[in-house]
Structures are given as C-alpha cells and as structure tokens.
C-alpha cells in the first residue's frame, strides 16, 4: 500500500525550529514532487512549501521552493524521505503538519496541483 508518513512535530519554544520528516514507502519518492501543508484549527489549509523533483527551481541553482521564508523544503531521495526545517517558530505556527506526494509529468522544479498520496499529518505546537 503506497503511502506517505509524516513525523518529528512535537511541543517546541518560540523562537525554536523543528525538521519536519515525510517518509514514502510503496513507491519511489524521487518521481513525485512533494508539498508540505497545514492547518491551523478554524483556519483553511495552507501550502507552506513544494519540494520539487530536481529540487530547484527552473533557470536558478537555489534550494527548493519555499512560500514562506522560514520553511526550507529539501529530499533525500536515498531515504525516500522529504524534508521540512522550520526556524523562527512563533505560536501561529501551530498546526497539523501534512505532506502530500503528486506526480508531475516531466515538470522539475514545481508542484502539480493535485497530488497522489497524502499522509495523516504531525501536530506542531509552539508554546512556552
């Protein structure tokens, strides 16, 4: 049964960081591009980072994609495992964690827009 299981949230202090792990298993995660979500109680899902395919973004040789600037995405296609380094956590940050695994179809550098896998998400909860 191919799936994607995420790990490593916990209680962190503000001002903390935390790596976020998404492990694939039943399938070869480096042929899928990967984006991190989550969501916050009453609040709608958000994208917080694409890890794509070859891990750059097309024309440039910085890291992977990140829509926020205290998310760094990235891929270790030897473990079948993707990342997600938050630093600078505050308390809005909490909230479940997900990664979610698509497909691309010869695109490299971003995330489709529907995706294949979805894992049952991490609780990260930033308190003092």
């Known amino acids: 049964q191919p799936q994607v299981v995420e790990s490593g949230g916990g209680l962190v202090q503000p001002g903390g960081s935390l790596r976020l792990s998404c492990v694939a298993s039943g399938f070869t995660l480096a042929d899928y591009a990967v984006r991190w979500f989550r969501q916050a109680p009453g609040r709608e899902r958000e994208g917080v980072s694409c890890?794509?395919?070859?891990?750059?973004?097309?024309?440039?040789?910085s890291s992977v994609d990140s829509e926020k600037d205290r998310f760094t995405g990235s891929r270790d296609n030897a473990k079948n495992t993707v990342y997600l380094d938050i630093n600078s956590l505050n308390p809005e940050d909490t909230a479940v964690y997900y990664c979610?695994?698509?497909?691309?179809?010869?695109?490299?550098?971003?995330?489709?827009?529907?995706?294949?896998?979805y894992g049952q998400g991490t609780q990260v909860t930033v308190s003092s």
């Open positions: 979610a695994a698509g497909r691309t179809y010869g695109n490299y550098y971003s995330c489709p827009p529907v995706f294949d896998f």
């Open positions: 890890v794509s395919i070859s891990g750059r973004r097309e024309g440039t040789t």
